[in-house]
């Protein structure tokens, strides 16, 4: 029985999200390479909001980073999903894979959003992925730079590509209730 999260929030939200990723049957591909995940789990890509890589029957055939599995643990629509043939769709309808490639990285608008974050991508109204998890998560943006001191496009340390499971894990204590 899969317990409903679209209701949470915040550190519960988090929690979940990191509930997700370690029990999605991917840690042991992303902490030992030498040993494989299994096939038919969803994935965790922490350098991606959103690849299309995997068809599996309970999900888009994404590999979601910390912000993207935020999104969808909220019950946030991908613009860009993949049917159960591994054929892309954008908004429920067949597209090709080059728009799909570009529109990755959003979901669908909805009234939570504010006007400012609200973009249209192929008719569609959609906000980007990471600034519909920043507001989720109640984090505001903060610039990340990498080890050479090369500003990073990401919003939030907390979505870094670099982070492992303990890095996300080191976040629960540092958000709201």
Known sequence: MTIPTTHLRNKAL?????????????LS?????????????TCWNQVSWQSLVQ??????????????YTAELAGRKWLVTLDS??????????????TAFYNTGYV???ESDPADEIATACGHQVVHVRDAALRLLGLEPQSVFDINGHLLNVPHPLFAPGNK????????????D
């Open 29 to 41: 591909q992303m902490e030992n390479t030498e040993k494989p995940a299994p096939t038919g789990f």
């Open 165 to 176: 499971v303990a890095d996300l894990r080191a976040w629960l204590d540092r958000l709201p």
């Open 55 to 68: 068809v599996t029957a309970d999900r888009c055939g994404t590999a979601l980073c910390a912000a993207g």
């Open 14 to 26: 988090l929690a979940a999200v990191i509930d997700r990723i370690e029990h999605d049957g991917t």
């Open 85 to 98: 043939d591994g054929i892309p769709l954008l908004c429920g309808e067949p597209t090709n894979w080059t």
């Open 108 to 110: 669908l608008a909805d």
